[in-house]
């Protein structure tokens, strides 16, 4: 199985109109090392056709070296190379705009002054009116500081914000709700939680984004317990909610069950450690857990798992679970007969699917089929909706349960752009939310506008 390639560009050529010229040209790019995606004829004339192709590679040296073979193709001259990504993030990929056009002086008077002082008068009177009469009913804080970004690493906020506009994006389309980005440049823990609790009033829930462990933990755990409104860190719970769907759907398809089954979970950083715990708690089991760092298996001990070493998982675990960013980290001759092995870092995973697949594995799957998209917008829609004080445990396992059963038949997790899904999710968490008493409103459903 090919792994996801990190490069994409758009070329512009002109070919002979020739028989084969196509064919000699896509031979050049996949001889040199490239991935052919999308091709789109835009000229033809008696003489020439003139085309864009996608082309995918490892990396920008990979890209040079087949542009050079386009250059040197017999019949083809290269136009145009265009970078598709660049030109989608121009100037940002998300704005702010009014729900109301200002169109009359009279519109103006009761969106602005002095209409706008009854309201104002009427917050101050009874606070809890501003999630009846301004956007903060539907207002998410997505923070960084930019530590742990993707698997980019600590390259700071600035750099990280067009993550934070992607989620953002991706709250607004499948959920409704409005995604404000905070870009925090320190990575200071109180300057952070002093920070966040400050600003915290504008918000329906704060999303935190892209922190580094352990501080992420921390840094959670203490605006969780300061805060009156949904606070979840998305590296972790997100994360791991859409793992244990996964994990629940592969069990289903290889008949292991997870209540009887050993489960291993190699790499403890913030992703890891909230899977192994999501999965103890599940299971009321303890979860093997492998990593480098000494502090890591001391906070997994402490959680109730059992420390352990990769080599041990692969031997003794029926399930195992990979989350260190290292590819190729399992080996093929680790691989027991009958395991279940979601070995999820990208681009790159712990093992090729396939390769676990062929050394005995009963199901094998990658990154790419596991992505937080699935968790993080249904888990804060239906906490907002339902107007509640936290996110529990039980409303991120009614998301995991919920994604778990609508996944198609033969397939792991259900199509990610699939609102019904997130919409779903979001009925799912609020439900549990009022079942346990979070929910400090009447619960009304978010419906697409």
Known sequence: MAWERKVSR????????????????????????????????????????????????????????????????????????????????????IAIRSRYPIDSLATLRKVYTPGVAEV??????DPSMARLYTSTSHMVAIVTDGSAVLGLGDIGALAGMPVMEGKAMLMETLVGLSGIP??????????????????????????????????????????????DIPVMHDDQHGTAVVTTAALMVASRQSGVYLSSAKIGQIGLGAAGFATANMIMRLTGNPVWGADLNPEALKRLEAAGGRPSTLREIMANCDIVISTTGVSGLIKPE?????????????????????????????FAADGKSVNNVLGFPGIFRGAVDANASRISHEMLLAAAQTIADMAPPGELVPNPLDKKVHLAVARAVAQKAIAQGLARADYVPYVEE
């Open 334 to 362: 680790m691989v027991r007969q009958g395991q279940i092995i979601l070995a999820l870092s990208n681009p790159n995973p712990e093992i090729d699917p396939e390769v676990a697949l062929k050394h005995g594995a009963a």
């Open 10 to 93: 758009t070329v512009n050529v002109r070919n002979d109109q020739t028989v084969g010229q196509l064919a000699r040209l896509l031979m050049a790019i996949s001889d040199a090392g490239g991935t052919v995606g999308d091709i789109s004829m835009l000229t033809e004339t008696s003489q020439h056709v003139v085309r864009d192709i996608t082309i995918y590679t490892d990396d920008l040296g990979q890209f040079e070296i087949v542009l050079k073979a386009m250059h040197a193709n017999e019949g083809t001259v290269v136009m145009d190379v265009r970078d598709e990504v660049l030109a989608l993030h121009l100037k940002g990929k």
């Open 182 to 227: 905070i870009l925090l440049n320190t990575q200071d823990t109180d300057l952070i939680v002093e920070t966040i609790a400050t600003i915290a009033q504008t918000f329906a829930a704060i999303q935190l984004e892209d922190i580094s462990a352990p501080r992420c933990f921390e840094i959670e755990e203490r605006l969780q317990k300061r805060l």
């Open 120 to 125: 104002c008068l009427k917050i101050a009177k």
